[in-house]
């Protein structure tokens, strides 16, 4: 017996081995814990990158004093300003013309678009996206002095949930939607977040 059972032992190592290996073979193709390399990190957050500039997003995301329109991002007629608080002149709000949704379609084109807390992010932290790289833009989305105090996870879910966001896959009549979908932002927030959210150089 002493000599049958460290035979039977070694079976029984290796058949485990195999089995192991085997399941090894599978992992990195089954497994959804596997981290994002950095590089794919940083070509997801293009994908963000991308929506952020969009101009349904970078109009109200700017370096100067008053929103930006349509797809050429011409200044906002009406003399429109932030204010001290980016909802406006304090005789000139935003919400005198922009409502909490679109007015119906059947208005036409050139009417104010509407979502819930239609502003400006205020002077002190304007939040901008125009005008910078993808490097830039990311270390600025992750600044919490600059965002809001957001950590990753607060910024996935303003992008994921936030009304003022959603609003830029419905704009509005005649106005063009974000052309990445929603989902593939979310998809890209993710792979993004779990490569450790790099940035570009
Ligand atoms: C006097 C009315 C009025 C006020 C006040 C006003 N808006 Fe507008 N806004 C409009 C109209 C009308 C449009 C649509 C222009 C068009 O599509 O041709 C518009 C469009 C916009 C757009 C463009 C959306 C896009 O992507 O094309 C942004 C951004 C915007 N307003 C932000 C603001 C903000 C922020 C405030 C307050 C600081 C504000 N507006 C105050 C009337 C107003
Ligand atoms: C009408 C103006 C407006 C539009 C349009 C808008 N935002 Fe914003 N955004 C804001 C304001 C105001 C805040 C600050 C909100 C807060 O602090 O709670 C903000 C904050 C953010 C933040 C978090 C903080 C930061 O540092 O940037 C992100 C991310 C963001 N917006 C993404 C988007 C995206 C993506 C779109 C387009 C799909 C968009 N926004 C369109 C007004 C706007």
Redesign the pocket.
């Known amino acids: 017996m002493k000599t049958t059972r460290p035979t039977m032992y070694g079976r029984a190592a290796i058949s485990s081995a195999a089995v192991l290996a085997a399941l090894a073979a599978l992992l990195p193709a089954a497994s959804p814990a596997a981290a994002p390399s950095k590089e794919e990190g940083v070509a997801a957050f293009e994908t963000v990158r991308a ?2 500039q ?1 101009p ?6 700017i370096p100067g004093d008053a ?1 930006l329109q349509l797809d050429d991002g011409r200044p906002h007629t009406m003399g429109v300003v932030r204010g001290s608080d ?1 909802k406006g002149a304090p005789g000139l709000p ?1 919400a005198t013309c ?1 409502g909490v949704t679109n007015p119906p379609t059947s208005y036409g084109p050139h009417v104010p678009p509407g ?1 819930p ?6 002077p002190e ?1 304007k ?1 901008v ?1 125009i005008g910078l790289s993808s490097g830039e833009v990311c270390r ?2 992750k ?1 919490e002095k ?3 105090g ?1 950590n990753l996870d607060a ?1 996935f879910h ?2 994921a949930e ?1 009304k ?6 419905s704009p509005g009549a005649g106005r063009a939607p ?1 052309p990445v979908p929603h989902d593939e ?1 979310v998809a890209k927030l993710k792979q993004w977040i779990a490569a450790g959210a790099p940035c570009a150089p």
């Not at 349904?56 to 995301?61: A, E, G, S």
């Not at 807390?117 to 205020?122: D, E, F, G, I």
């Not at 003022?164 to 896959?169: H, I, Q, T």
Request: hydrophobic residues 40%; positive net charge; proline residues 7%.
């Open positions: 929506v952020l969009h349904r997003c970078q109009n109200c995301h929103p980016g935003c922009h979502a807390t239609w502003h400006l992010p205020p932290r939040m996206f600025r989305l600044d600059q965002n809001g957001k910024l303003h992008m936030d003022l966001v959603l609003w830029g896959w974000v932002l």
